[in-house]
């Protein structure tokens, strides 16, 4: 997983968190409230809707985009069972959270693709 995630608050306007997005070459950001819990996700699809709406960027907020039924994960969970979940899911990113600590990190496809490429093969048999 990445760590520590790039979060940002539900008042951020959408302007500064796709800034964000660019200047770090990142696909997301976590959307949590003052005690690092998560109240969201804000992805580069939400950036589709935000063109689509022909949103006022002006004074739209984070709040007026980010997904908030997000579905994540933990750190004890097995590499199979979070990519099960988000290929299932069709998604590209999972906040991986902690009961006391809140948002600890995300997982991305990236990630897992990095991870795979370390692998070895299994001996032929």
């Known amino acids: 997983m990445s760590s520590p995630v790039e979060s ?14 660019l200047d770090l070459d990142i696909g997301s950001v976590v ?5 690092n819990d998560l109240a969201g996700i804000l992805t580069t699809t ?3 809707q935000i063109a ?4 006022e960027t002006d004074t739209a907020t984070v709040a007026d985009y980010m997904t908030t ?3 994540t994960v ?3 969970e097995s590499i199979r069972s979070v990519a099960k979940t988000m290929d299932e899911n069709g998604f590209h990113h999972v906040p991986v959270v902690d009961d006391e600590t809140g948002v600890i990190g995300m997982l991305t496809t990236a990630d897992l693709t990095a ?4 692998l070895e093969s299994p001996p032929a048999v």
């Not at 959307?31 to 005690?35: L, R, S, Y």
């Not at 689509?52 to 949103?55: C, L, N």
């Not at 991870?115 to 370390?118: A, E, G, Q, R, V």
Request: hydrophobic share 40%.
């Open 46 to 48: 939400d950036f589709v």
């Open 8 to 21: 940002v608050t539900p008042e951020t306007p959408v302007q500064q968190a796709a800034t964000t997005l």
């Open 74 to 76: 933990t750190a004890n």
């Open 69 to 71: 039924d997000v579905v």
């Open 31 to 35: 959307v949590v409230d003052d005690t």
């Open 115 to 118: 991870y795979l490429s370390h």
């Open 52 to 55: 689509a709406d022909r949103a």
